[in-house]
Each structure stands twice: as C-alpha cells, then as structure tokens.
C-alpha cells in the first residue's frame, strides 16, 4: 500500500456486469479456504509486495467478514478507494468470491476507473506473485485470477443496465438514449414553439424551460408522480382559500404570494406531460428518468432484485453520502432490507463531503444505511477511516475545528489525524476592509509562489535535481467570483486557466463576441449594446449614451404615434440621471446584468435604456436610425462609433445571419477584429500567455451546439442566456487536477481533487452562510413554482425519519397570521438545513490541499455600501490560529478587519437583553468594532459620494494586463486637464489621441499585414495537443493561419465514424460511456447506425487487441515537452510482465487507411509524444525515472487488421527538434 494513499484521477478500465454463475460455482467460491485466512498485512506486504501494511482502520475495513452490511465512514484523503480496492482483493485471494462477482459504483467514470484499475491491477500482481503456485490444482481461485473482470461503474451506468436489460418489465424501450443538457433544453424549446398557443404565462421562454426541467428532475430524484404533485398542490391552495374565507378578509400580501406559487405550479404542471411524451417519441431520456425507471423496476419487480444478487455477492458503494433517493431506493431494493444474508455490501461515505443537496442528493442517505441494509436483523456495522493521508497536520487541526461545530453532538465520524509524519503546512487566513485589498493579496501570493517554482525549476534543470510540479487551485462559491481572479493573475504573469465552467462568457474577448451575436439576433438586448458601445472599441462617452437612448425614446414615441418635434433638443441639453429603478426594472434582465456597477454608473446607464414595461425600440433601433446624431448634440467621435457599429450589425445582419452557426462566430470575430487584439495583447510575460484558447473554446461549444437539430442564433443565443443566468458555466465533462497553472473552479467542481497550494476566497457570511445570517433567501418551493412540495420528497422528515428535509405544514392553519407564521417556521429550519451544506462546502475547500492553504474575506465588495461579516468558519479558523493556550504550527493571520455587518436595531436589542444566541459570540461586533463600522462608513460612502461615474466602467478593464501603464497616461492627461491651462489641456488631449491612432494604425498595419504575407507569423499557446504539434511540424503555414483565425472544417461522415468507433472501444473495454449532467453531444450519435462503423467494430472484434486487457483506455494526459505543456488522451495501454516500469505499449486506433513516406514519419512523430508523456506520468507515479525505451508503441490499422510497431522513435531531445518546439 502506498505509503501517501494517493488519489489520483486516473483513466482506466471499469466492466460492465458479467454472466452468473451457477449457486454451486458461487458456493465454491465463497467457502472458507483449506490453508487459513490470509491477512491484509501479509497480503499487503508479501504478495502484493506494496511498501508499507494497511493502517489497523483500514485492515479492519479490508477483512471485515465476507457477509453482511457495512457502512463506512471515511474522512477526507482517508485512502477510501485504496481501501475499497484492497477489500476486493482480501475477499478474492481468500476464496470468498470471484472477481466477476463484485460490483463496484461510484459517480464520475473517473472515480470508476481509479477503482477498477486498483481491483484488476491488484488482481493481477497478486496473479503473478508465486500466489497460485501454493493453491491445490482445483482450487477456485486459479480460474479468478486468470479471469479478471469485476464490474466498476457509475451510477448512472448501472441504472442504464438495469433498464436495459429489464424495461420490458415497465414496459419501456430499453434502447432509449441519453441526452445531453444543451440537447435537452433544445428539445423543450422546440417543445414550446410548437404550442405556443398554449402558453398562458407571462414567464419568459428560458424560466418556462427551466420550470419544466426542475421540476421534471425534483420528481425523478424523489420517485413523484404526477398525481401526487396536483393533488398536494391542490390541497395546499385549498388550505389558503379556507383560511380567506374563515377570516372573511383578504389575505396578507406575503401569503397571497406563498399561494400564487403554488397556483402557478398548477397550472403549468401539464407541461410536464408534454415534455416526457416528447422526449418519448424521440426514443430518448434524461439520466434522471432513467434512474427512476431502474428504482421502479427493482421495487416493482422482485425478479430484478433477485437476478442482480444472483450476479452480485459483493457489493461496493462509493461516495454514498451523495446519492439521491431514486438512487436510495434502487440500491435498497435489489440489496438491502434483509433480503440475502450471504451479501457482502459495503458503503463509504462521509457526512462532511455531503455538498451536493442542489443535484438532488439526499444526505441523510448515509444516516438510513444502517436500517436499509439490516444483516441478520441487526442494523449494519459501522467502521471508520479517520486517518489522512492527504493533509497537513495544521490543516486538519483546522478542519477538525469546523467539523466540530457542524456536526455538533450528532457527530458520526471522529475526527481527522495526519498520517505519520505529516508536515504542519503553510497557512494564511485573511480579513479585509474591501474585496479590491483581498484578492490583489490572494493573486500576489500566488504570483510568488509560481515565482519561486520556476526559480527552482531552473535550478533543477541546471543540477539534475527532480522537483514536484507546480499545483495550484482557486476554489470559489459562484463562477461569477472567477473573472476577477483570473484578469488579476493574466495581469501578473500567472498561468492561470477557467476550470469547470467558470466564466468563460464574462472573459472580455469571449463577452464581446457573445454581445455581438445578441444584438444581432435581438436588436432590443440594450444590454448586449451597452457592452459594445462603451468598451474599448468605440468607448462611447456616457453624454453621446443619453442622447442615443432619447433617440430610442423618440422612436418609441413615433411607433406609438405619439411625437414632440421638440423632444430631441431638449434631450441634448438634458443632463438628468435617473434616481433609481422603478419597479418595472425589478425582474428585468438588463437590471441583472447591470445592478454589479457601482451606483451612480449603474443609474446612468438604466437612465439610458428605454424602460422594459413599454419599450418596443431598442438602442440598435436607435444607432440605425440617427442620421443628424451631430446635430442633436452627440461628439464627432461618438457620431463616427454609432455609424460604424451600425455599419457592422447591417453586414453581419444581411450577410451572415443565415450561415452556419461557426461560420456566423468567426464572420463576427472577424468583423470586430477581436482575434488580432487578443494575439497582440501586451503581457508582461508572453510565455504565460494563453492567446486565443477561450475564443476557440466558446468556437468549439457553438460547433457541438451546432450539431443539435433545430439549432440557430435565435436558439444559441437563448441556450448562452440560459446558462449564464444560471451560473451553470459552459465547460463541459470532468475537472482533472493540471499542473503548472493555477486552476480556477467552484468548490463543488473540487470534490475528489487535490492541489499543493490552495485558496478558498470570498469566505465572507453571504457566500458561506450559517443559520443566522442575515439577508439569506431560502424560500424553496413555497415561493418557486418549479421546486416540488416538500411533503412529496422522499427525504422529508417524518416520525420515522427525524432529522430529513423540513415540511411547510399549514394543515391546522385557521387565520392569515398562521400561514405567515407557519412559512417563517419553515424558512428557518430550511436555512438551518442549508446552511450545515454551505459550511461541509467550506470544508471541502480547505481540505484539498497538500501543503498550502490560503482563506480570505472582505467586509465591502465593489458597489456595494453594505459591509458584509466574515463567515463563521473563517472566524473559527482565525481563533484557533491565534489561540495563544496551543499554537498552531505553520498557520498565521495575515491581517484582521474589524469591519463587518452593523447589527438591527432588533438584534442589538436581543443582545442587551442577555438573549445572544451561539453565534453572537463568535461574530457580534464590540463597541470599539462598532464605532469603528460605523466611522468607515461614512467616511466610504463621502468618497463615493464625491467620485464622479467613470465611463466606460472600468472594470473589469482595470485588471487587463497593460492596465497600470495606461493608467499612469490617463491621470497624466488628467493633471494637466485640471489645471485649468486650455491649451495644456488641448495639448494633453491631442498627444493621447495620437497615441490611440499610433497604436490603432500599428494593429490594422500587423494585421493587413498577416492576410498577405505569405509567411503567417502568431504567438503559440503554451498548451498543444500531439496532433496539433504534428500538424504544425507539417504544414507550419497552414497550422498558423487555421490557428490564427480558425475555420470549423465541414463534418465529414469519415470523421463522425471515427469518433464513434473508439467511443465503442472505450465500451468495449467496459469503460462507461456517459455524457455528465452539463456536456454536450458528441459525434457519435449521427453514426449509430452506420454500415461501415458495425464492419470496424467487427473487425476489431477479431483481433487480438480485443482479447487483451489494457491497463489505460482513453488515459488523458499533461505533461511539459519542450517548454510546451502537450495534453490529450492516448487510445489504449497495455501491460506486459511484472516489473511496473517496464513492458509498456501505448497503441493508437486507426480507421483509415495506412499512409507511407513522408506522410507516415510524420504521423509517427504522434507516437514519439504518447510514448514520452507515458514513460513521464510512470515517472511520477512510481518516483523513479522511468526511461522513455521501456515504452514502445504502435498503430492498429482496422480495415486490415494490421498493426504497426514504430521502432527508432525520437527522444526528448530529438522530438522537440523535429517539432521546431526550439525555435517557437
């Protein structure tokens, strides 16, 4: 057993379920073996030759006997999937089972690799240790380990083989296909437009479908049915209506609105019909209602359950903490409640890792194992895995701190302790006055730290010493938090990369194209227009702003008949700003987007959109239909942008609007020039620098959009909206830990993963809340129409299950008072509820880290006058860091401010009077912190007061790399504008004019320059494929100018087919193929029925690559060649021989035809990459070097059934020569 009890992700081989035996070859296999039990030590350490023996937790979970139920509680890096894996093995090495009877579950196929790969590779060394050669010639175990197949997959995998393989039971069509988010929403959407007649509600199109896919997956998760929803509803507005009626007055305005909610959901809930019976006639379905029907089947129908356990006798359950109740009832149902006492199953879990309530996990799943899974009448034993192998000795000191107070007198798992020799770590906590102050001290920290490393990474590379690579993450509460980190790190020279979703259509290069292509489709998206107008392109002064929305206004008037010749003049000498929204504005998207600017920049411009309640006439109107724009009053310059923007929109509107989707992005990239900016971006170190990567990841989601029937702009741009408005991210599939960058992702993203040096910013009160914080909306579905009734969830707390989700009981209701009461009641259990998930979600966050942790809160964020307090968490960590009685080594407060919430007038009431609550003690102000406040305050809310509105908004601008250097040239220019010398002024202005036109006229120049020459120069980005790397090597020409502006190539059905068959391989190998909750479709689904595909599949199917088991299928990789961080996935790689770094062969599918010459050498040179990156990854993982001769590789051509062993491939040295890697 490895002494660090790694957790790596790795890409392996997981199965599907095998063919039964018969109950005589299972009852053989599960007796007691002739030569005693084997130990886990001794298996450990002598047949398994691992270094170090199973600590006394984890031998205790590893021979617990081979029947009955288990629940075990591990820890954070408690080595729970080395633990699950060694179990396997113990019970298979003893006789107890075979492997074909072990089914593992867990929920990412990455987790289900690690797990299977650890099982069969275990299996394996165990099979060629010398173990066999004791075992008496008809001893079972010969055979098991001969044959090695345990079945390892996801959730969401093995509910697809139940309905496969039983939906007739139903009756459902077992072949129904999985979509994709983006493929469902585009589905409902058309589901709408058909009947539209039909809609009777004033939501718009984007809430309608998210009402119906809410509540479509609340009902999944929690085994509703339609019945039962209209009837509790029903019942509910019954209640309110006898309650009006009883008291014979009208009801308070809060209870009128807990009732039209649930009127809404009434009437909408015939929705939900229609979309299931489209989704039905389109032969597909969601993973939700696929793992209803499983949990059905297996409750409905006994022989399922009976089957399954036929196939299974030892069953694994991962992550248990985080199924759902659908989930709960399928596992219960085919292996629980008593029915078998010759089952083994066992559950891991960990109460403080239960984040994941929003996906429709229920946590108190892991509380009910014990009485779902009874052995022999008695509830499941209970076993705990405390000790980490992951974290500093400090930060678990930490952890256990908020663990504690969480979990409080229910605590169901001891606390954490550090592995044998565990550093103490490197700590900072952190509280500011403003954000601006914490993440400008977050980002120099990492700054330094990246700093440092490549400063011993030079060293290294001089001495020949090995160094740990660079491993950072910023873990935030909201994608939104990201941007402003990441524009602070582009701005320092740190790599730094979006992960998981995070904000790719608020990068401003992404942002202008996307307001681009929403002002083209919707000429009323003002917002879209603002964005274009006031940025850096046209910068349209926020004077020219007020006159273009009086000219909307105008139109508006004309439209509706109603003109003042007289208007527009008045409007040019108008210097009014609105004093606020009105109440039209409340729930207007514009206000949305725009209510993040500070104040009075924020009033200016909702001054300039014409009010959403009327407006009919947008701003794109406005600049189409403003010939005299001088004469009204608007500059020269802002006469010239309005024309030229309206120019553009006309071309793209007339031209391009029709094209193909990609065609149409990079007509608008190419229209604004956006790509010639962003390749010729200052950067202080263009190594660092990712170019163009995010313009070709929101290319490559408009390009799988674009596959989607139905899809245009009109739906892409309502798909983006979507998503964005969700904080849903864009990023498709599973978060993999890289190394050298920092990785920025939402803390729920992080689960599963580890970094070396971690920061969990924004740790204030409103984004990691406790049950008593302040201004938190928790309404559920009291107040949202698309959430199901409490009463219906399969958690719901009941006299049998105390301690589940709170119920909004009104049934004893009798006057208007009550229901008000009866919902402020459940609102506060609620927040209680939620509030134990935000603070196990603090807690994921500080316990990803290897050596360093940095946690940080500010007390004000930008435009905001409200001072938030710091999270009770970061409170907790702060006093015991600065706990003088038992220091905590490695751990230090940066800085403190006593800024925070002013208390009500109703708290500080309560406090006097001796009623302060727990919390109060942690986080109530003293009156020096009061005064304090209260000074602060007021002396911010002065200098607020007394800035004028910069235009255009600075940030996030203020943070672009070059920032602080124009800066400098502007508050230059400003001095010598107020000095009151016109002609310094004049001469000022004229000198940063022809600076701009200088540097206008540089870009223009360069990029005329790049359509002509016929040597197309464009800065590399650091990260590359093997591919991209060949095809450079290749065609240098057409590798630039395909990078320089790319074109999505026409699919071919060529390549639609090769996607599919290695997607069938990965099957094949009994790897999962699933689509995660937020990707997109793939290319495979044109091809399922493809003639040629089902040749390939059998031809392969008749070689010898398909009776081999590979150690790696699809493996992604990450590793530095040249000064270049190449990344991608490698086919297959197989295994020979028992020494660990030797007898390795990296294979690539081929479907094509085999090349020669020339064409091949290069094609080789793809190879020489796996064959590198593979003998790296070994490397790392063994902590040996491994020589890059020990991996050989090979082609397998298909058609012909033909592999190609490449020998004399290039070394490091060489390949980075032959790839010109030392001249980019």
Request: proline share 6%; net charge negative; aromatic share 6%.
């Amino acid at each position: 057993m490895s002494q660090s009890q790694s957790t790596r992700e790795e890409n392996t081989s997981n199965a599907h379920p095998a063919t039964p035996h018969n109950a005589q070859q299972r009852k053989a296999a599960m007796q007691k073996p002739a030569g005693g039990i084997i130990s886990p030590e001794e298996l450990a350490i002598r047949w398994l030759k691992q270094p170090y023996p199973p600590t006394p937790q984890q031998s205790a979970v590893i021979s617990a006997p081979p029947q009955g139920s288990y629940i075990v509680v591990a820890g954070a890096g408690a080595g729970k999937t080395e633990t699950m894996a060694a179990r396997v093995v113990w019970l298979v090495a003893n006789g107890f089972v075979l492997p074909e009877h072990v089914l593992g579950l867990t929920f990412t196929r990455k987790a289900a690799n690690e797990l299977g790969q650890r099982i069969r590779g275990r299996l394996e060394t165990l099979a060629r240790s010398g173990f066999r050669d004791q075992l008496q010639a008809d001893d079972p175990r010969h055979e098991a380990l001969r044959n090695i197949s345990p079945a390892v997959s996801t959730y969401d995998s093995y509910a697809g083989n139940i309905v496969g393989e039983y939906g007739l039971l139903a009756p459902v069509e077992p072949s129904g296909r999985i979509i994709s988010d983006a493929e469902k929403w585009m589905i409902t959407r058309q589901l709408l437009i058909d009947h539209d007649r039909e809609l009777t509600t004033s939501r718009s199109m984007n809430r309608m479908i998210e009402f119906i896919h809410t509540l479509s997956e609340e009902m999944d998760n929690h085994l509703a049915d339609l019945k039962d929803v209209r009837g509790e509803t029903e019942a509910l507005i019954d209640t309110f209506q006898q309650v009006e009626h009883g008291v014979g007055k009208p009801l308070s305005l809060k209870a009128y609105e807990l009732r039209d909610a649930n009127q809404e959901r009434l009437d909408l809930l015939p929705w939900i019909p229609k979309y299931w019976e489209r989704l039905k006639e389109l032969d597909v379905r969601t993973f939700g209602q696929q793992m209803t029907l499983a949990a059905k089947l297996a409750s409905e129908h006994p022989i399922v359950g009976q089957s399954q356990r036929e196939r299974f006798r030892v069953v694994m359950l991962d992550e248990y903490q985080d199924t759902s109740h659908a989930q709960r009832v399928l596992l219960r149902s085919l292996f629980g409640d008593g029915q078998d006492d010759e089952l083994a199953v066992t559950a891991v879990g960990d109460p403080m890792q239960a984040i994941y309530g929003f996906r429709g996990a229920t946590s108190s799943n892991l509380g009910n194992f014990e009485a779902d899974f009874p052995f022999r009448g008695q509830p499941a034993q209970k076993l705990e895995l405390t000790t980490s192998w992951r974290n500093p000795a400090s930060v678990l000191d930490l952890a256990n701190v908020v663990s504690s107070r969480t979990l409080g007198n229910n605590r169901t798992v001891s606390e954490l302790k550090p592995r044998e020799g565990a550093d103490d770590g490197d700590i900072q906590v952190a509280f500011f006055d403003e954000e601006d102050q914490e993440l400008e001290w977050l980002t120099d920290q990492l700054q330094q730290r990246w700093e440092s490393f490549k400063k011993r990474k030079e060293a290294a590379a001089v001495s020949g010493e090995k160094i740990d690579p660079f491993s950072a993450a910023v873990l935030v509460r909201k994608n939104k938090e990201a941007l402003p980190i990441f524009e602070l790190l582009r701005a320092k020279g740190v790599p730094v990369e979006l992960t998981g979703g995070a904000g790719l259509l608020d990068i401003p290069e992404v942002a202008d194209v996307y307001a681009t292509l929403r002002a083209l489709v919707d000429p009323e998206d003002d917002p879209a227009m603002l964005r274009l107008l006031t940025g850096p392109r046209f910068n349209l002064a926020a004077r020219d702003l007020q006159i273009l929305a009086r000219r909307a206004q105008q139109l508006q008037r004309r439209a509706k008949g109603d003109t003042d010749p007289g208007e527009m003049n008045q409007a040019a000498d108008s210097t009014a700003t609105s004093t606020g929204a009105e109440d039209p504005w409340i729930h207007n998207p514009a206000y949305e987007e725009l209510k993040s600017l500070e104040s009075p920049l924020r009033e200016q411009l909702l001054d300039a959109i014409p009010n959403p309640a009327d407006a009919t006439v947008g701003l794109a109107d406005a600049i189409a239909d403003f010939a005299d724009a001088e004469e009204q009053g608007m500059s020269p310059q802002g006469t010239r942008a309005i024309a030229e923007l309206s120019r553009e929109l006309g071309h793209l509107r007339r031209n391009c609007l029709t094209k193909p989707l990609p065609d149409l992005i990079a007509d608008i990239e190419d229209m604004i020039g956006i790509r010639t900016e962003v390749l010729t971006r200052w950067h202080r170190n263009p190594d660092d620098s990712i170019g163009t990567s995010h313009l070709d990841k929101f290319a490559e989601i408009v390009q799988d959009f674009s596959r989607l029937v139905g899809s245009n702009a009109s739906a892409l741009v309502d798909y983006l909206r979507a998503a964005h408005e969700h904080d849903a991210g864009l990023e498709p599939g599973e978060v993999e830990a890289k190394t050298d960058t920092v990785q920025i992702l939402t803390v729920h993203r992080s689960k599963g993963l580890e970094w070396d040096i971690v920061a969990v910013p924004y740790a204030h009160r409103k984004n990691f809340y406790d049950a008593e914080a302040p201004g938190i909306t928790i309404d559920r579905w009291i107040s949202k129409a698309e959430l199901l009734p409490s009463s219906l969830r399969g958690d719901a707390e009941t006299e049998g299950e105390p301690g589940g989700y709170p119920i909004y009981d009104i049934s004893h209701a009798e006057k208007s008072v009550d229901l008000t009461n009866a919902a402020e009641a459940f609102r506060a259990q609620l927040l209680a509820t939620e509030a134990q998930e935000s603070e196990r979600l603090f807690y994921v966050g500080i316990t990803r880290t290897e050596r360093v942790l940095l946690v940080s809160g500010a007390a004000y964020r930008p435009g905001n006058d409200t001072a938030l307090d710091p999270s009770l968490n970061l409170v907790l960590l702060k006093n015991r860091i600065t706990d003088a009685r038992a220091p905590l080594p490695g751990a230090s407060v940066h800085t403190w401010s006593d800024l925070g919430r002013t208390p009500s007038k109703k708290d500080a009431a309560r406090v006097e009077k001796g009623k302060a609550t727990e919390i109060d003690h942690y986080l109530y102000p003293t009156a020096e912190q009061l005064t304090a406040r209260e000074d602060y305050a007021a002396t911010r809310h002065t200098s607020a007061a007394e800035e004028q509105a910069s235009w255009p908004q600075p940030a996030p601008l203020a943070s672009r790399p070059g920032a602080a250097e124009g800066a400098s040239m502007v508050v230059d220019a400003l001095g010598a504008a107020t000095t009151g010398d016109p002609a310094s002024q004049s001469t000022a202005n004229q000198d940063m004019l022809t600076r701009q036109w200088d540097e206008e006229t540089r870009l223009l120049i360069q990029e005329h320059q790049q359509r002509t020459l016929t040597a197309v120069e464009v800065p590399l980005d650091p990260m590359l494929t093997a591919t991209q790397a060949v095809a450079m090597n290749q065609d240098p020409e057409q590798f630039a100018r395909r990078r320089r502006r790319p074109i999505p190539m026409q699919p071919q059905p060529y390549a639609k087919r090769g996607t599919a068959f290695h997607n069938w391989v990965e099957q094949h190998y009994n790897q999962a193929m699933l689509f995660d909750e937020d990707e997109m479709p793939g290319a495979s689904d044109a091809t399922l029925q493809d003639p040629q595909l089902e040749e390939l599949k059998n031809k392969f199917l008749g070689s010898e690559w398909a009776q081999r088991t590979p150690e790696s299928v699809e493996g992604s990789y990450l590793v530095n060649i040249g000064g270049f961080v190449f990344n991608g996935r490698m086919d297959a790689v197989f295994h020979e021989g028992d020494d660990p770094a030797a007898g390795w062969l990296v294979v690539d599918w081929k479907t094509g035809q085999m090349p020669t010459g020339r064409d091949m050498r290069n094609a080789e040179l793809q190879l020489a990459a796996y064959r590198l990156a593979w003998a790296k990854i070994l490397s790392r993982q063994l902590g040996v070097e491994v020589p890059v001769d020990n991996v050989r590789t090979a082609f397998f051509y298909v058609r012909t059934q033909h592999t190609h062993y490449v020998q004399d491939l290039p070394n490091e040295e060489e390949l980075i020569a032959r790839l010109g890697l030392d001249k980019s």
